[in-house]
Protein backbone atom coordinates (compact mmCIF):
# COMPACT_ATOMS: atom_id res chain seq x y z
CA UNK A 1 0.00 0.00 0.00
CA UNK A 2 1.60 3.01 -0.65
CA UNK A 3 1.06 5.91 1.64
CA UNK A 4 1.89 9.06 -0.34
CA UNK A 5 -0.27 11.54 -1.99
CA UNK A 6 0.05 14.77 -3.87
CA UNK A 7 -2.90 16.17 -1.84
CA UNK A 8 -2.25 15.53 1.83
CA UNK A 9 -5.82 16.12 3.03
CA UNK A 10 -9.00 15.24 2.04
CA UNK A 11 -9.91 19.03 3.04
CA UNK A 12 -12.04 20.33 -0.28
CA UNK A 13 -10.42 17.09 -1.96
CA UNK A 14 -13.77 15.81 -3.31
CA UNK A 15 -14.97 18.99 -4.53
CA UNK A 16 -11.82 19.76 -6.65
CA UNK A 17 -11.62 16.20 -7.61
CA UNK A 18 -15.10 17.25 -9.37
CA UNK A 19 -14.30 20.50 -10.62
CA UNK A 20 -11.27 18.68 -12.75
CA UNK A 21 -13.18 15.17 -13.87
CA UNK A 22 -16.34 17.25 -15.11
CA UNK A 23 -13.31 19.48 -17.65
CA UNK A 24 -13.42 16.09 -20.32
CA UNK A 25 -16.87 16.75 -21.18
CA UNK A 26 -17.99 20.42 -21.52
CA UNK A 27 -22.43 19.10 -21.50
CA UNK A 28 -21.72 18.26 -17.59
CA UNK A 29 -22.56 20.62 -14.79
CA UNK A 30 -21.18 20.65 -11.43
CA UNK A 31 -23.51 21.79 -7.81
CA UNK A 32 -19.94 22.28 -6.16
CA UNK A 33 -22.31 22.54 -3.21
CA UNK A 34 -23.76 19.47 -3.20
CA UNK A 35 -21.69 17.78 -4.92
CA UNK A 36 -23.93 17.11 -7.74
CA UNK A 37 -22.90 16.50 -11.43
CA UNK A 38 -25.73 16.02 -14.16
CA UNK A 39 -25.85 16.51 -17.66
CA UNK A 40 -27.44 19.42 -19.21
CA UNK A 41 -28.14 17.68 -22.72
CA UNK A 42 -29.99 15.14 -21.08
CA UNK A 43 -33.67 14.21 -22.50
CA UNK A 44 -36.49 15.09 -19.97
CA UNK A 45 -38.56 12.61 -22.55
CA UNK A 46 -36.51 9.99 -20.97
CA UNK A 47 -36.28 8.15 -17.80
CA UNK A 48 -33.62 9.99 -15.49
CA UNK A 49 -31.07 7.54 -13.97
CA UNK A 50 -29.60 8.94 -11.24
CA UNK A 51 -26.67 7.05 -8.94
CA UNK A 52 -24.40 7.84 -6.16
CA UNK A 53 -22.45 7.12 -3.10
CA UNK A 54 -19.38 8.02 -1.25
CA UNK A 55 -16.06 10.08 -2.95
CA UNK A 56 -12.89 7.88 -3.72
CA UNK A 57 -14.44 5.04 -5.55
CA UNK A 58 -14.02 7.58 -9.19
CA UNK A 59 -14.87 6.74 -11.64
CA UNK A 60 -18.30 6.15 -10.35
CA UNK A 61 -20.19 7.69 -10.41
CA UNK A 62 -19.66 11.07 -11.48
CA UNK A 63 -17.64 9.38 -14.49
CA UNK A 64 -20.68 7.74 -15.90
CA UNK A 65 -22.88 11.07 -16.12
CA UNK A 66 -24.02 11.31 -19.69
CA UNK A 67 -25.64 10.19 -22.97
CA UNK A 68 -27.44 6.74 -22.09
CA UNK A 69 -26.17 6.40 -18.63
CA UNK A 70 -26.57 8.67 -15.98
CA UNK A 71 -28.77 11.80 -16.17
CA UNK A 72 -26.53 12.64 -12.69
CA UNK A 73 -24.69 11.69 -9.45
CA UNK A 74 -24.12 12.50 -6.58
CA UNK A 75 -21.11 12.18 -4.16
CA UNK A 76 -20.64 12.21 -0.11
CA UNK A 77 -17.34 12.70 1.22
CA UNK A 78 -14.90 9.49 0.94
CA UNK A 79 -16.21 6.38 1.87
CA UNK A 80 -19.05 8.32 3.20
CA UNK A 81 -23.17 8.41 1.80
CA UNK A 82 -24.60 12.06 0.74
CA UNK A 83 -26.93 13.45 2.75
CA UNK A 84 -30.79 13.17 1.94
CA UNK A 85 -30.38 16.87 0.68
CA UNK A 86 -28.05 16.43 -1.73
CA UNK A 87 -30.14 13.47 -3.56
CA UNK A 88 -32.70 15.16 -3.98
CA UNK A 89 -30.82 18.37 -5.01
CA UNK A 90 -29.80 15.70 -8.04
CA UNK A 91 -33.03 14.76 -8.68
CA UNK A 92 -34.47 18.31 -9.10
CA UNK A 93 -31.61 19.31 -11.90
CA UNK A 94 -32.63 16.33 -14.04
CA UNK A 95 -36.49 16.44 -13.38
CA UNK A 96 -38.27 13.73 -16.21
CA UNK A 97 -41.41 13.56 -17.50
CA UNK A 98 -41.41 9.72 -17.26
CA UNK A 99 -39.80 9.17 -13.98
CA UNK A 100 -36.55 9.47 -12.32
CA UNK A 101 -34.95 5.48 -10.83
CA UNK A 102 -32.44 6.09 -8.28
CA UNK A 103 -29.90 3.26 -8.06
CA UNK A 104 -27.48 2.76 -5.29
CA UNK A 105 -25.20 -0.36 -3.67
CA UNK A 106 -26.51 -1.75 -1.07
CA UNK A 107 -24.66 -0.49 1.59
CA UNK A 108 -26.64 1.00 4.72
CA UNK A 109 -26.18 4.45 4.58
CA UNK A 110 -26.63 5.05 0.84
CA UNK A 111 -30.19 2.79 1.17
CA UNK A 112 -31.43 5.07 4.06
CA UNK A 113 -30.36 8.47 2.29
CA UNK A 114 -31.58 7.51 -0.99
CA UNK A 115 -34.93 6.08 0.53
CA UNK A 116 -35.60 9.19 2.02
CA UNK A 117 -34.34 11.38 -0.57
CA UNK A 118 -36.99 8.83 -2.43
CA UNK A 119 -39.84 9.37 -0.55
CA UNK A 120 -39.74 13.18 -0.73
CA UNK A 121 -39.43 13.32 -4.13
CA UNK A 122 -42.80 11.65 -4.16
CA UNK A 123 -44.16 13.83 -2.30
CA UNK A 124 -42.93 16.97 -4.06
CA UNK A 125 -44.26 15.69 -6.77
CA UNK A 126 -41.59 13.45 -9.07
CA UNK A 127 -42.46 9.64 -9.95
CA UNK A 128 -39.63 8.38 -8.34
CA UNK A 129 -38.43 4.43 -7.44
CA UNK A 130 -35.08 3.20 -6.07
CA UNK A 131 -33.52 -0.08 -6.76
CA UNK A 132 -30.87 -1.17 -4.26
CA UNK A 133 -28.07 -3.47 -5.73
CA UNK A 134 -26.25 -6.27 -3.91
CA UNK A 135 -23.78 -8.59 -5.72
CA UNK A 136 -21.02 -9.78 -3.52
CA UNK A 137 -21.62 -13.59 -3.15
CA UNK A 138 -19.41 -13.69 0.18
CA UNK A 139 -22.06 -12.19 2.12
CA UNK A 140 -23.58 -15.43 2.48
CA UNK A 141 -27.68 -16.28 3.04
CA UNK A 142 -27.52 -16.71 6.17
CA UNK A 143 -26.74 -14.39 9.34
CA UNK A 144 -27.02 -11.44 7.03
CA UNK A 145 -30.51 -8.83 7.59
CA UNK A 146 -29.62 -6.60 5.15
CA UNK A 147 -28.12 -8.80 2.02
CA UNK A 148 -25.80 -8.97 -0.75
CA UNK A 149 -23.40 -5.30 -0.57
CA UNK A 150 -22.83 -3.43 -3.73
CA UNK A 151 -19.60 -4.14 -5.37
CA UNK A 152 -18.98 -3.09 -9.12
CA UNK A 153 -21.93 -5.35 -10.80
CA UNK A 154 -23.69 -1.99 -9.91
CA UNK A 155 -22.14 -0.25 -13.35
CA UNK A 156 -23.71 -3.13 -15.32
CA UNK A 157 -27.46 -2.27 -13.52
CA UNK A 158 -26.75 1.01 -14.43
CA UNK A 159 -25.37 0.86 -18.03
CA UNK A 160 -28.29 -1.66 -19.31
CA UNK A 161 -30.83 0.74 -17.76
CA UNK A 162 -29.04 3.99 -19.23
CA UNK A 163 -29.21 2.25 -22.61
CA UNK A 164 -32.74 1.64 -22.30
CA UNK A 165 -33.67 4.84 -20.73
CA UNK A 166 -31.57 6.39 -23.92
CA UNK A 167 -33.92 3.91 -26.28
CA UNK A 168 -37.08 5.52 -24.99
CA UNK A 169 -38.51 2.83 -22.45
CA UNK A 170 -41.10 3.99 -20.24
CA UNK A 171 -40.58 3.77 -16.32
CA UNK A 172 -41.84 0.12 -15.61
CA UNK A 173 -40.08 -1.26 -18.56
CA UNK A 174 -36.54 0.72 -17.45
CA UNK A 175 -37.49 -0.13 -13.89
CA UNK A 176 -37.75 -3.87 -14.14
CA UNK A 177 -34.96 -4.41 -16.12
CA UNK A 178 -32.73 -2.80 -13.49
CA UNK A 179 -34.48 -5.03 -11.04
CA UNK A 180 -33.83 -8.40 -13.23
CA UNK A 181 -30.35 -7.44 -13.93
CA UNK A 182 -29.80 -6.79 -10.59
CA UNK A 183 -30.73 -10.04 -9.48
CA UNK A 184 -28.87 -12.01 -12.01
CA UNK A 185 -25.05 -10.94 -11.14
CA UNK A 186 -22.23 -12.34 -8.83
CA UNK A 187 -19.47 -10.80 -7.36
CA UNK A 188 -16.41 -11.24 -5.33
CA UNK A 189 -13.25 -9.31 -4.64
CA UNK A 190 -9.82 -9.92 -3.63
CA UNK A 191 -7.41 -7.67 -2.33
CA UNK A 192 -3.57 -7.92 -1.68
CA UNK A 193 -3.46 -4.67 0.36
CA UNK A 194 -5.89 -2.22 1.89
CA UNK A 195 -6.25 1.27 0.18
CA UNK A 196 -4.26 4.58 1.81
CA UNK A 197 -6.58 7.75 2.13
CA UNK A 198 -4.79 11.01 2.77
CA UNK A 199 -4.29 12.19 6.03
CA UNK A 200 -5.35 9.42 7.93
CA UNK A 201 -2.88 8.15 10.12
CA UNK A 202 -3.98 5.05 10.84
CA UNK A 203 -4.39 2.49 7.85
CA UNK A 204 -5.00 -1.46 8.43
CA UNK A 205 -2.55 -3.29 6.23
CA UNK A 206 -2.20 -7.32 4.89
CA UNK A 207 0.58 -8.65 5.08
CA UNK A 208 2.66 -9.90 2.24
CA UNK A 209 1.91 -13.28 2.57
CA UNK A 210 -1.90 -13.25 2.52
CA UNK A 211 -4.69 -12.53 0.45
CA UNK A 212 -7.87 -11.28 1.27
CA UNK A 213 -10.94 -12.71 -0.90
CA UNK A 214 -14.38 -11.33 -0.09
CA UNK A 215 -13.37 -7.74 0.96
CA UNK A 216 -15.35 -4.66 0.15
CA UNK A 217 -14.61 -1.13 -1.27
CA UNK A 218 -14.26 0.73 1.71
CA UNK A 219 -10.93 -1.41 3.83
CA UNK A 220 -14.00 -3.59 4.96
CA UNK A 221 -11.99 -6.98 5.86
CA UNK A 222 -12.77 -10.36 3.78
CA UNK A 223 -14.65 -13.13 4.02
CA UNK A 224 -11.25 -15.15 4.03
CA UNK A 225 -7.48 -14.93 4.59
CA UNK A 226 -5.16 -17.19 2.11
CA UNK A 227 -2.47 -17.62 3.41
CA UNK A 228 0.46 -18.34 2.18
CA UNK A 229 -1.05 -16.09 -0.88
CA UNK A 230 -2.26 -18.77 -3.58
CA UNK A 231 -0.89 -18.26 -7.21
CA UNK A 232 -2.71 -16.61 -10.07
CA UNK A 233 -4.53 -19.40 -11.36
CA UNK A 234 -5.65 -20.60 -8.32
CA UNK A 235 -7.38 -17.38 -6.78
CA UNK A 236 -9.54 -16.88 -9.77
CA UNK A 237 -10.39 -20.28 -9.69
CA UNK A 238 -11.20 -19.72 -5.99
CA UNK A 239 -13.17 -16.40 -7.12
CA UNK A 240 -15.38 -18.38 -9.75
CA UNK A 241 -15.92 -21.29 -7.24
CA UNK A 242 -17.81 -18.74 -4.91
CA UNK A 243 -19.35 -17.03 -7.81
CA UNK A 244 -20.52 -20.00 -9.77
CA UNK A 245 -21.18 -23.09 -7.68
CA UNK A 246 -25.25 -23.33 -7.36
CA UNK A 247 -25.18 -26.70 -4.74
CA UNK A 248 -22.81 -23.91 -2.26
CA UNK A 249 -26.10 -22.50 -0.08
CA UNK A 250 -24.47 -19.95 0.97
CA UNK A 251 -23.59 -18.53 -2.05
CA UNK A 252 -25.92 -20.21 -5.03
CA UNK A 253 -27.00 -17.10 -5.92
CA UNK A 254 -27.83 -17.17 -9.39
CA UNK A 255 -28.32 -20.16 -11.77
CA UNK A 256 -26.99 -20.22 -14.99
CA UNK A 257 -28.02 -23.39 -17.62
CA UNK A 258 -25.89 -24.41 -20.84
CA UNK A 259 -26.32 -21.58 -23.45
CA UNK A 260 -27.13 -18.86 -21.19
CA UNK A 261 -25.71 -15.76 -21.94
CA UNK A 262 -22.78 -13.62 -19.75
CA UNK A 263 -21.32 -10.37 -19.21
CA UNK A 264 -18.23 -10.21 -17.51
CA UNK A 265 -17.23 -7.17 -15.40
CA UNK A 266 -13.38 -7.05 -13.82
CA UNK A 267 -12.98 -3.29 -12.00
CA UNK A 268 -9.70 -2.45 -10.64
CA UNK A 269 -9.91 -0.97 -7.13
CA UNK A 270 -7.08 1.09 -8.34
CA UNK A 271 -3.76 0.29 -7.18
CA UNK A 272 -3.50 -2.99 -10.31
CA UNK A 273 -1.05 -2.34 -13.37
CA UNK A 274 -3.33 -2.87 -16.27
CA UNK A 275 -0.96 -5.41 -16.90
CA UNK A 276 -1.70 -7.79 -14.42
CA UNK A 277 -5.69 -6.88 -15.32
CA UNK A 278 -5.18 -8.12 -18.53
CA UNK A 279 -3.31 -11.02 -17.59
CA UNK A 280 -6.24 -11.58 -14.75
CA UNK A 281 -8.91 -10.96 -17.68
CA UNK A 282 -7.06 -13.70 -19.58
CA UNK A 283 -7.31 -16.24 -16.58
CA UNK A 284 -10.59 -15.84 -16.10
CA UNK A 285 -11.88 -16.10 -19.24
CA UNK A 286 -9.81 -19.99 -19.87
CA UNK A 287 -11.11 -20.76 -16.82
CA UNK A 288 -14.85 -19.94 -17.31
CA UNK A 289 -14.81 -21.56 -20.61
CA UNK A 290 -12.84 -24.73 -19.50
CA UNK A 291 -14.00 -25.17 -16.41
CA UNK A 292 -17.69 -23.33 -16.31
CA UNK A 293 -18.36 -23.72 -20.18
CA UNK A 294 -18.80 -19.88 -19.73
CA UNK A 295 -17.99 -18.18 -22.39
CA UNK A 296 -18.96 -14.32 -22.52
CA UNK A 297 -20.88 -12.07 -25.02
CA UNK A 298 -19.32 -9.08 -23.25
CA UNK A 299 -15.67 -8.36 -21.63
CA UNK A 300 -15.93 -5.17 -19.61
CA UNK A 301 -12.33 -4.33 -17.64
CA UNK A 302 -11.09 -1.14 -16.32
CA UNK A 303 -11.46 1.23 -13.57
CA UNK A 304 -15.17 0.62 -13.06
CA UNK A 305 -15.72 1.04 -8.98
CA UNK A 306 -12.24 1.91 -7.42
CA UNK A 307 -11.21 2.37 -3.85
CA UNK A 308 -9.11 4.93 -3.99
CA UNK A 309 -5.23 3.26 -4.43
CA UNK A 310 -6.35 0.00 -3.26
CA UNK A 311 -4.11 -3.15 -5.10
CA UNK A 312 -7.41 -4.84 -5.38
CA UNK A 313 -10.00 -6.05 -7.73
CA UNK A 314 -13.49 -7.44 -8.01
CA UNK A 315 -15.05 -9.81 -10.61
CA UNK A 316 -18.47 -10.26 -11.46
CA UNK A 317 -20.57 -12.30 -13.56
CA UNK A 318 -24.11 -11.89 -15.26
CA UNK A 319 -26.52 -13.81 -16.89
CA UNK A 320 -27.98 -12.21 -19.29
CA UNK A 321 -30.49 -14.47 -20.62
CA UNK A 322 -32.07 -14.88 -17.08
CA UNK A 323 -32.16 -10.91 -17.00
CA UNK A 324 -34.06 -11.18 -19.95
CA UNK A 325 -36.46 -13.72 -18.42
CA UNK A 326 -37.71 -11.33 -15.88
CA UNK A 327 -38.56 -8.45 -18.04
CA UNK A 328 -40.01 -7.38 -21.00
CA UNK A 329 -36.79 -6.67 -23.19
CA UNK A 330 -34.90 -9.42 -24.96
CA UNK A 331 -30.96 -10.93 -24.43
CA UNK A 332 -30.65 -9.32 -27.25
CA UNK A 333 -31.96 -5.42 -26.51
CA UNK A 334 -30.03 -6.10 -23.33
CA UNK A 335 -26.96 -6.12 -25.02
CA UNK A 336 -27.64 -3.58 -27.26
CA UNK A 337 -28.23 -1.39 -24.05
CA UNK A 338 -24.56 -2.11 -22.91
CA UNK A 339 -23.27 -1.40 -26.10
CA UNK A 340 -25.05 2.04 -26.71
CA UNK A 341 -22.62 4.35 -26.64
CA UNK A 342 -21.81 7.28 -24.25
CA UNK A 343 -19.90 10.15 -23.49
CA UNK A 344 -18.61 8.89 -20.44
CA UNK A 345 -15.75 7.10 -18.68
CA UNK A 346 -17.57 3.82 -19.69
CA UNK A 347 -16.26 3.90 -22.94
CA UNK A 348 -12.87 3.56 -21.86
CA UNK A 349 -13.88 -0.36 -20.14
CA UNK A 350 -15.77 -1.80 -22.85
CA UNK A 351 -14.36 -0.62 -25.85
CA UNK A 352 -16.37 -2.48 -29.50
CA UNK A 353 -18.18 -5.11 -28.56
CA UNK A 354 -21.25 -5.50 -30.64
CA UNK A 355 -19.49 -8.23 -33.04
CA UNK A 356 -17.54 -10.38 -31.66
CA UNK A 357 -15.14 -12.95 -32.43
CA UNK A 358 -14.27 -16.02 -30.45
CA UNK A 359 -10.88 -15.87 -28.73
CA UNK A 360 -9.37 -18.59 -31.20
CA UNK A 361 -10.29 -16.19 -34.33
CA UNK A 362 -8.66 -13.36 -32.07
CA UNK A 363 -5.22 -15.23 -31.29
CA UNK A 364 -2.95 -15.85 -34.73
CA UNK A 365 -0.26 -17.68 -35.32
CA UNK A 366 2.98 -15.17 -36.43
CA UNK A 367 4.16 -15.01 -39.91
CA UNK A 368 6.27 -17.87 -41.12
CA UNK A 369 9.98 -17.32 -40.45
CA UNK A 370 11.76 -17.11 -43.93
CA UNK A 371 13.93 -20.01 -44.72
CA UNK A 372 17.28 -19.39 -43.31
CA UNK A 373 19.92 -18.50 -46.57
CA UNK A 374 21.76 -21.93 -47.74
CA UNK A 375 25.50 -21.06 -47.08
CA UNK A 376 27.99 -22.33 -49.81
CA UNK A 377 30.74 -23.93 -48.85
CA UNK A 378 33.41 -21.71 -50.98
CA UNK A 379 31.42 -18.95 -49.15
CA UNK A 380 31.66 -19.44 -46.22
CA UNK A 381 33.72 -19.10 -43.28
CA UNK A 382 34.64 -21.65 -40.71
CA UNK A 383 36.49 -22.87 -37.64
CA UNK A 384 37.17 -25.77 -35.70
CA UNK A 385 33.91 -27.24 -34.10
CA UNK A 386 35.48 -28.33 -31.02
CA UNK A 387 36.65 -25.06 -30.52
CA UNK A 388 33.96 -22.67 -31.92
CA UNK A 389 31.22 -24.83 -29.86
CA UNK A 390 34.35 -24.27 -26.42
CA UNK A 391 34.11 -20.70 -27.30
CA UNK A 392 30.38 -20.15 -27.48
CA UNK A 393 29.36 -22.13 -24.25
CA UNK A 394 31.91 -20.29 -22.39
CA UNK A 395 30.51 -16.73 -23.16
CA UNK A 396 27.20 -17.51 -22.63
CA UNK A 397 27.81 -19.12 -19.58
CA UNK A 398 29.97 -16.35 -18.15
CA UNK A 399 27.06 -14.09 -19.26
CA UNK A 400 24.34 -16.15 -17.61
CA UNK A 401 26.78 -16.30 -14.18
CA UNK A 402 27.17 -12.24 -14.26
CA UNK A 403 22.93 -11.64 -14.55
CA UNK A 404 22.75 -11.43 -10.70
CA UNK A 405 25.48 -8.44 -10.86
CA UNK A 406 24.08 -7.11 -14.51
CA UNK A 407 20.43 -6.78 -13.03
CA UNK A 408 21.51 -4.97 -9.53
CA UNK A 409 23.79 -2.59 -11.36
CA UNK A 410 21.09 -1.55 -14.15
CA UNK A 411 18.57 -1.25 -11.12
CA UNK A 412 20.64 1.40 -10.04
CA UNK A 413 21.22 3.14 -13.18
CA UNK A 414 18.78 1.98 -15.60
CA UNK A 415 15.25 0.12 -16.02
CA UNK A 416 16.63 -3.36 -14.65
CA UNK A 417 16.51 -5.71 -18.01
CA UNK A 418 20.28 -5.63 -19.05
CA UNK A 419 20.77 -8.96 -17.23
CA UNK A 420 17.36 -10.62 -17.86
CA UNK A 421 18.06 -9.49 -21.62
CA UNK A 422 21.88 -10.78 -21.74
CA UNK A 423 21.14 -14.16 -19.92
CA UNK A 424 17.95 -14.90 -22.30
CA UNK A 425 19.77 -14.46 -24.88
CA UNK A 426 22.86 -16.50 -23.65
CA UNK A 427 20.52 -19.69 -22.55
CA UNK A 428 18.50 -19.30 -26.32
CA UNK A 429 22.29 -19.86 -27.66
CA UNK A 430 23.23 -22.91 -25.90
CA UNK A 431 19.67 -24.48 -26.64
CA UNK A 432 20.68 -23.72 -29.97
CA UNK A 433 24.02 -25.71 -29.48
CA UNK A 434 22.57 -28.30 -27.98
CA UNK A 435 19.34 -28.89 -29.96
CA UNK A 436 20.52 -28.10 -33.32
CA UNK A 437 24.03 -28.77 -32.96
CA UNK A 438 25.07 -24.88 -34.08
CA UNK A 439 28.43 -25.35 -33.94
CA UNK A 440 28.78 -29.18 -35.93
CA UNK A 441 29.94 -27.75 -39.05
CA UNK A 442 32.13 -24.80 -37.78
CA UNK A 443 30.26 -22.11 -39.50
CA UNK A 444 30.65 -18.55 -38.08
CA UNK A 445 27.72 -17.59 -40.46
CA UNK A 446 25.14 -20.10 -39.07
CA UNK A 447 26.25 -18.83 -35.84
CA UNK A 448 25.63 -15.26 -36.54
CA UNK A 449 22.44 -15.88 -38.79
CA UNK A 450 21.26 -17.83 -35.48
CA UNK A 451 22.27 -14.97 -33.47
CA UNK A 452 20.04 -12.62 -35.15
CA UNK A 453 17.34 -14.46 -35.00
CA UNK A 454 17.33 -14.78 -31.21
CA UNK A 455 18.01 -11.30 -30.50
CA UNK A 456 15.43 -9.93 -33.31
CA UNK A 457 12.77 -12.78 -31.25
CA UNK A 458 13.72 -12.81 -27.80
CA UNK A 459 15.63 -9.72 -26.74
CA UNK A 460 13.96 -6.58 -26.56
CA UNK A 461 15.19 -2.79 -24.87
CA UNK A 462 17.79 -0.73 -26.02
CA UNK A 463 20.78 -3.16 -25.68
CA UNK A 464 18.74 -5.80 -27.42
CA UNK A 465 18.32 -3.39 -30.80
CA UNK A 466 21.99 -2.43 -30.60
CA UNK A 467 23.19 -5.90 -30.91
CA UNK A 468 20.86 -7.00 -33.53
CA UNK A 469 22.51 -3.78 -36.07
CA UNK A 470 25.91 -5.20 -34.70
CA UNK A 471 25.37 -9.13 -35.66
CA UNK A 472 23.87 -8.45 -38.94
CA UNK A 473 26.14 -5.91 -40.32
CA UNK A 474 29.05 -7.94 -38.73
CA UNK A 475 27.91 -11.22 -40.97
CA UNK A 476 27.54 -8.55 -43.79
CA UNK A 477 31.07 -7.56 -43.58
CA UNK A 478 32.25 -10.94 -43.29
CA UNK A 479 30.43 -12.17 -46.71
CA UNK A 480 31.75 -8.89 -48.26
CA UNK A 481 35.51 -8.97 -47.42
CA UNK A 482 35.83 -12.67 -47.57
CA UNK A 483 38.30 -12.19 -49.72
CA UNK A 484 41.07 -10.91 -47.06
CA UNK A 485 41.48 -14.37 -45.39
CA UNK A 486 43.32 -15.11 -48.22
CA UNK A 487 45.77 -11.86 -49.09
CA UNK A 488 45.78 -10.40 -45.11
CA UNK A 489 44.80 -13.29 -43.08
CA UNK A 490 41.70 -14.09 -40.74
CA UNK A 491 42.47 -11.59 -37.99
CA UNK A 492 42.34 -8.71 -40.32
CA UNK A 493 38.88 -10.06 -41.39
CA UNK A 494 37.49 -9.75 -37.83
CA UNK A 495 39.07 -6.31 -37.27
CA UNK A 496 37.33 -5.14 -40.94
CA UNK A 497 34.15 -6.66 -39.87
CA UNK A 498 33.91 -5.22 -36.74
CA UNK A 499 34.73 -1.85 -37.53
CA UNK A 500 32.54 -2.05 -40.02
CA UNK A 501 29.50 -3.00 -38.15
CA UNK A 502 30.00 -0.49 -35.50
CA UNK A 503 30.15 2.19 -38.42
CA UNK A 504 26.75 0.88 -39.04
CA UNK A 505 25.87 1.15 -35.84
CA UNK A 506 26.66 5.04 -35.54
CA UNK A 507 23.67 5.66 -38.18
CA UNK A 508 20.98 4.33 -35.36
CA UNK A 509 23.35 5.85 -31.87
CA UNK A 510 25.24 8.82 -30.98
CA UNK A 511 27.01 6.87 -28.31
CA UNK A 512 30.69 6.93 -28.26
CA UNK A 513 33.62 6.31 -25.87
CA UNK A 514 32.83 8.22 -22.71
CA UNK A 515 29.15 8.14 -22.67
CA UNK A 516 28.77 5.26 -20.55
CA UNK A 517 27.13 2.29 -22.80
CA UNK A 518 28.03 -0.88 -24.57
CA UNK A 519 30.16 1.42 -27.09
CA UNK A 520 32.66 1.53 -24.21
CA UNK A 521 33.54 -1.96 -24.95
CA UNK A 522 32.86 -2.75 -28.95
CA UNK A 523 34.90 0.55 -30.02
CA UNK A 524 37.63 -0.38 -27.87
CA UNK A 525 37.61 -4.46 -28.49
CA UNK A 526 37.31 -2.97 -32.21
CA UNK A 527 40.61 -0.29 -32.04
CA UNK A 528 42.51 -3.06 -29.96
CA UNK A 529 41.64 -5.58 -32.65
CA UNK A 530 43.69 -3.89 -35.69
CA UNK A 531 47.02 -5.11 -33.95
CA UNK A 532 46.17 -8.42 -35.11
CA UNK A 533 46.09 -10.14 -32.27
CA UNK A 534 42.40 -11.10 -30.60
CA UNK A 535 43.96 -10.57 -26.87
CA UNK A 536 44.46 -7.01 -27.61
CA UNK A 537 41.01 -6.66 -28.63
CA UNK A 538 39.77 -8.35 -24.90
CA UNK A 539 42.23 -6.12 -22.83
CA UNK A 540 40.77 -2.94 -24.69
CA UNK A 541 37.17 -4.10 -24.03
CA UNK A 542 37.65 -4.95 -20.10
CA UNK A 543 39.57 -1.44 -19.63
CA UNK A 544 36.42 -0.26 -21.62
CA UNK A 545 33.99 -1.64 -19.33
CA UNK A 546 36.07 -1.07 -16.12
CA UNK A 547 36.64 2.84 -17.10
CA UNK A 548 33.03 3.14 -17.34
CA UNK A 549 32.81 2.96 -13.47
CA UNK A 550 34.00 6.70 -13.86
CA UNK A 551 32.02 8.07 -16.39
CA UNK A 552 28.77 10.13 -15.84
CA UNK A 553 26.04 8.57 -17.94
CA UNK A 554 25.31 11.02 -21.01
CA UNK A 555 22.91 8.49 -22.81
CA UNK A 556 19.91 6.72 -22.16
CA UNK A 557 17.60 5.97 -19.32
CA UNK A 558 20.66 6.27 -17.05
CA UNK A 559 20.64 10.32 -17.67
CA UNK A 560 18.07 10.93 -15.60
CA UNK A 561 19.22 9.54 -12.59
CA UNK A 562 21.02 12.30 -11.78
CA UNK A 563 23.60 9.94 -10.09
CA UNK A 564 26.86 11.36 -8.57
CA UNK A 565 29.80 9.42 -10.00
CA UNK A 566 31.99 11.13 -6.83
CA UNK A 567 30.51 8.73 -4.98
CA UNK A 568 31.11 5.48 -6.81
CA UNK A 569 29.22 3.65 -9.54
CA UNK A 570 28.84 0.56 -10.81
CA UNK A 571 30.00 -0.33 -14.35
CA UNK A 572 27.97 0.32 -17.11
CA UNK A 573 25.76 -2.83 -17.10
CA UNK A 574 25.44 -3.08 -20.88
CA UNK A 575 29.25 -2.56 -21.35
CA UNK A 576 30.39 -4.78 -18.66
CA UNK A 577 28.38 -7.77 -20.17
CA UNK A 578 29.60 -7.36 -23.53
CA UNK A 579 32.96 -7.68 -22.12
CA UNK A 580 32.16 -10.73 -20.33
CA UNK A 581 30.77 -12.41 -23.42
CA UNK A 582 34.54 -11.25 -25.14
CA UNK A 583 36.30 -12.32 -22.43
CA UNK A 584 34.35 -15.79 -22.79
CA UNK A 585 35.18 -16.20 -25.75
CA UNK A 586 38.89 -16.22 -25.84
CA UNK A 587 38.98 -18.05 -22.37
CA UNK A 588 37.37 -20.57 -24.84
CA UNK A 589 40.18 -20.81 -27.02
Known amino acids: ?109 DCLHFGLANEKAITKGHKCRMIMCGDD ?87 KKLTPAPSPQDLVKQILTYCLDETDPERGYVHFQPGDETILLVSNFGGMSHLEIG ?29 LNAPAFSVSVVNVTAAAASCSYSAEE ?26 KEQFVQPPQEPRKKVIEEGKDLRIDPTTLDKMLRKACNELIDAEPDLTKWDTVMGDGDCGETLKTGASCLIAALDSKQ ?21 MGGTLGGILGIFFVSMRNALEENLALVQTDGLSKLWAKAVQTALQNLTRYTPAKVGDRTVMDTLIPFSDGLLSGEFADGVQAAIKGAELTRTLKPRLGRATYVGADSSKGLPPDPGAWGAMVAIRGLQSGL
Open 1 to 109: MSKRHLFQSTDGLVAKALRGIVAYNPSLGLDETNKVVFDTAYDKSNVSIISGGGSGHEPAWSGYVGQNLLAASVGGDIFASPSTKQIISAIDRVPSDKGTILVVTNYTG
Open 438 to 458: LAAQGSIFEVLQELEEIVEGK
Open 279 to 307: ALVDELLEQLEKDWKIVPVRIISGFLETS
Open 334 to 359: IKSFIDAKTNTYWESTTGSQSVRRSR
Open 137 to 223: VSVGKKGSLVGRRGLAGQLGVLKAMGGAAGAGGSLDEVYDLGVAFSQQIVSIAATLDHCHVPGRAEHATIDGDIVEIGTGPHNEPGY
